[in-house]
């Protein structure tokens, strides 16, 4: 089957922390819809979601699957997303595609850190809880129920219960038994508070409800159930084992029935522009209208090609179509639609809105662009969801001569994949450096380069980027002079050094009078300047924060050309330089930690033993608290690590750019050495 109303259509990403049982739960699914024959094990590596090997190493969904199902007569997309603390960008990616972000938590573990990131994430789309695993031995049902209250607030209502002994669940909505155990609380008193809920925003519905006593079924409850779940007034929370069964026929009847359809969800965030030019535009589910796709995930893979999943927001899709790619004047034509069941690839003949599909081997294609069939749209941009920034970071080194190009040529497809990881060339030190969010995330980056591109990798801290600059006022003259037959070579500069403001960069005067310096020599004078900068007075790191005025000099008429002037603007700025009191500066960076307020000692002292200082704190929910501080880029090597162990993995780090202050004492002369002792060497 092929949906061909968008009102049949359900998409639903499956969200949660690495072991909640996502992909369990989707096997589940799809058996018990008739999709497949049998659920496949994630230990057996048989799963229709993790079929890449290093998945199937490690137990853990890598990238986020696409599959679907049939059930009831709807069409339900499921969007399988990892749950690796590290991968969190990855899975974020799942959301600009859905109309419901479903959160997975594992009855015995609880609540845990991706948990509430992928909720605070998705706070703009219609959100349910699933509870999974509740067969699990011991597990106080009734108050992890308290526990996601606490949490995520009182809006979150369970539409069904456990029974006794969870091998089944109770229904609390659509044909509640009241006479029915449960593992804790009632079905009444659960039927009760989800209809309470729902008909505070019906005054209708409300009147008849409460005035006159008459009960409601759930299809007059349906418009305001979905109206609840768009503004975040109900968050339904549902029980599963997808190990034994429990609950699975029961989600899918809700899934059905209950989550919205492409035109009940909150609509699209595009807009038209750039930046604060930025307009917001209506992007409608109408299938008669322009093609409006999203592309929100990319595989790229040597073998297979290039893959872009994309969700059609507005008007069909068929093969053939042409479509632009963002502002792009030449359309390429879709010549195989693609329906993706894990890494199987269904050719379809039409996609309408709420669909999600693909498309194969168009190089073009790239996350986070807009197709679309007519120039209107140009122009168009789906606002992104809150990726992580990057905190961890490597230098990378080929071990192959060679295989520089192959590198530079297999990273931005790596980027395309990941919305959180970064690559930059560092031009003072010369690294190719990547950034991630933690160590596990580089690993694997790096294991993808090594099996899909051949690439042999050795890694290392990135350097820090120091600099130098000066504090005092001082003027030196050099004279170059060399005679060796012929034209000789004949050049003097006099120059004067002087610091300016933190930030304020280099400037150039030129005072020269009386043609003492040629003018057409004073570009060489200044490019021996900008040498010398580079070069550095005191430990060899770049100069900057200063002037240099270049007031006299003396010239040739013969032996004076461009590179014997460049020689003495060198020589006399690096002798003005060391002069004027020079210091190391060291890069420092601005550190927020979220984490439990319990925390806050020890995460001010790690601080402080690494030369940081707190210049804040917030308090974003209750029992949490976020400190900001100021750190040496030097000091951040293990922060990471150290912060999992005192927070016991439950905490978030960003860091940001700072500005640069001058080194201790003990670090200025430790460079000093290092550098002063490696030119005598060579």
């Avoid at 990057?390 to 497809?413: I, N, T």
């Avoid at 880029?633 to 993995?649: N, Q, T, V, Y």
Wanted: one cysteine or more.
């Amino acid at each position: 089957m092929t949906p061909t109303a968008v009102q049949d259509i359900r998409n639903v990403a499956l969200l949660g922390h690495a072991g909640s049982g996502k992909t369990t739960l989707l096997e589940a699914l799809l058996a018990a819809a008739g999709e497949i024959k049998t659920p496949g094990q994630v230990e057996r590596g048989d799963t229709l979601s993790d079929q890449d090997p290093l998945e199937k190493a490690m137990g853990h969904s890598l990238s986020t699957t696409l599959a679907h199902m049939e059930w009831a007569g709807h069409w339900i997309n499921i969007l399988d997303t990892p749950g690796l603390p590290d991968l969190l960008g990855r899975a974020l990616l799942a959301l600009p595609a859905v109309e419901t972000a479903a959160l997975v938590i594992n009855a015995s573990a609880g609540i845990e850190a991706v948990s509430r990131k992928v909720m605070d994430a998705a706070s703009d789309k219609c959100r349910m809880i699933i509870v999974n695993r509740i067969d699990a031995a011991g597990e106080d049902l009734g108050d992890l129920m308290r526990s996601i209250t606490d949490r995520f607030g009182a809006e979150c209502l369970p539409i069904n219960l456990p029974a006794p002994g969870a091998e089944s669940v109770i229904d609390c909505f659509f044909n509640p038994d009241e006479s029915a155990a449960t593992a804790f609380s009632s079905v009444a008193a659960a039927h009760e508070a989800i209809v309470d809920q729902v008909v505070e925003l019906d005054e209708d519905l409300m009147a008849r409800y409460l005035e006159q006593g008459q009960s409601l079924d759930p299809e007059q409850l349906h418009d305001p159930f979905e109206q609840a779940l768009r503004e975040g007034h109900l968050i339904p929370v549902c029980f599963t084992s997808a190990q034994t069964g429990a609950g699975i026929r029961e989600l899918l009847e809700i899934l059905g029935r209950l989550m919205p359809d492409p035109t009940e969800g909150n609509p699209p965030h595009f807009v038209k522009g750039e930046g604060a030019a930025a307009k917001p535009v209506e992007v409608l589910p109408d299938p008669d209208r322009h093609v409006i796709a999203h592309i929100f995930q990319v595989q790229n893979d040597p073998f297979r090609g290039h893959l872009a999943l994309f969700r059609v927001h507005q008007g069909t899709v068929t093969p053939n179509t042409q479509l632009f790619i963002g502002d792009a004047r030449k359309p390429f034509k879709v010549s195989h639609l693609l329906r993706l069941q894990g890494r199987d690839q269904i050719e379809t003949a039409r996609a309408v809105p709420g669909d999600i599909c693909a498309v194969a081997r168009v190089d073009e294609l790239h996350r986070d662009a807009v197709l679309h069939d007519s120039h209107d749209e140009d122009y168009f941009h789906l606002l992104p969801p809150p990726f992580p920034n990057p905190v961890f970071g490597l230098a990378l080194l080929p071990r192959k001569h060679g295989d520089e190009q192959k590198l530079s040529e297999a990273l931005p497809r790596m980027l395309d994949e990941d919305p959180c990881l970064e690559v930059g060339f560092e031009a003072q030190t010369r690294q190719t450096v990547v950034r991630g969010l933690g160590e596990l995330h580089l690993k694997l980056l790096l294991d993808q380069l090594s099996g899909r591109w051949n690439l042999q990798l050795d890694t290392a801290a990135p350097e820090v980027p120091y600099r130098e600059t000066i504090t005092g006022t001082a003027e030196a003259r050099y004279r170059h002079k060399k005679q060796s037959g012929g034209s000789g070579q004949f050049g003097e500069v006099a120059l004067r050094v002087e610091p300016l403001p933190r930030g304020a960069g280099f400037d150039f005067q030129d005072e020269v009078k009386g043609g003492a310096i040629p003018g057409n020599f004073m570009s060489a004078v200044q490019k021996g300047v900008l040498q010398a900068l580079e070069d550095g007075a005191l430990a060899g790191y770049p100069i900057q924060d200063l002037r240099v005025t270049v007031f006299d000099g003396k010239h040739h008429a013969v032996d004076s050309n461009e590179i014997s002037f460049s020689l003495a603007a060198r020589h006399a700025t690096l002798e003005a330089a060391r002069g004027a009191r020079p210091v190391v500066l060291e890069p420092l960076v601005n550190v927020s930690v979220t984490a439990a307020e319990s925390h806050f000692g020890e995460i001010s002292a790690e601080f402080s033993s690494r030369r940081g200082r707190v210049t804040g704190t917030d308090s974003p929910t209750p029992g949490w608290t976020e400190i900001h501080a100021l750190v040496p880029l030097a000091e951040m090597d293990g922060f990471e690590a150290r912060l999992k162990s005192i927070c016991a993995g439950d905490s978030e780090f960003v860091v940001s750019g700072g500005d640069y202050e001058p080194a201790p004492l003990d670090v200025q002369n430790r460079l000093a050495q290092a550098y002063n002792g490696g030119a005598e060497a060579r």
